[in-house]
């Protein structure tokens, strides 16, 4: 799919349901992140999905935040030192009470 198509079709869906009311939606698309990642390109990922990794990262639900972490190996490898520096480890001192 085109990367324009992909942004105008795809990438609101997958925003709607990063913040779903319910935790399962979470869950499902934090546990699904890098398949999303696939799907959508790295580029596309960066840009529009980080933020919500961040906000998974921070969930109220014990399992998003588990999934969330699940997929930090994988999902950190597609971000640059300056992202994971100033986004990712902020919301991991977080977790350290988890």
Known sequence: MPQN???ANLIPYIKKFA?????????LVA???MEITNGIG???AKEHLTSYYCQFLEDIEP????AAIRRLS???LILDSKVLINS????LNKLKTD
């Open 5 to 7: 198509k992909v942004s």
């Open 19 to 27: 913040i779903d009311k319910s935790w399962r939606i979470r869950y």
């Open 31 to 33: 546990d699904k992140i």
């Open 42 to 44: 790295v580029e596309n």
């Open 63 to 66: 399992e998003v935040r588990t």
């Open 74 to 76: 994988d999902f950190g």
């Open 88 to 91: 990712i480890i902020p919301s």
